[in-house]
């Protein structure tokens, strides 16, 4: 069962957990479960996703009641008329805010991006791994400016403070080491709030609580303190 944080008679809004994809994909072929058909059985109903997050990404994800409302929606995220915040986990001590102005390239074309971030807590933990008596990690607030495939993930590879979890852009050694103490394989990366206003006038703030893994995570690096 899909938890459902957002519905009216246009939009419906679910807080997708991490690993499920949003539909079908060339890229994903072993996938038995999609965010639009499992929401459609739910409700009873068919619904039109305005947006997408990475399979491995949790959080926030916005459907549409009709063809003419995920069109009216559609155009809001291309017109970066949508404020997106996302919470990530990542490698290391940041710095206490920065932009990430750093142009990405897909199937052949490479295009702006931009990603904002903040630093919300440090941690570190007592566990040795080559050269290091410890392990640093940020918790991070983060507001992307464009809509690149990967972006985040990508943007903070480029700064050498890849996101726990993720393959292929993370640190392998990071994350073997924490799929050996605790088992987790989850990507620490999660939609926290969608904010906007329809051209109706409506106000909408949509919020997801962090998922289970991230949780377990913050509140294992929590103790460290």
Known sequence: MLEIIYEDEDLIAINKPHGLLVHRSRLAMDAKEFAVQLLRD????????VHRLDRKTAGVLLFATSKE??????????NNEISKTYQAIVRGWTDPEGTIDYALSNEGKTKEAKTEYKLLEKYELPWKQGKFETARYSLLEIKPFTGRFHQIRKHLKHIYHPILGDRPHGCNKQNRLWKEKVGLSSMMLQAVNLNFTRK?????????????????TIEILSKSR
């Open 42 to 49: 739910q409700i009873g109903k068919k619904v039109y996703p």
């Open 69 to 78: 409302i995920n069109a009216e929606i559609s155009t809001l995220f291309q």
């Open 200 to 216: 109706n006038g409506q106000v909408l703030n949509l919020i997801a609580e962090r998922s289970v893994d991230f949780s377990k």
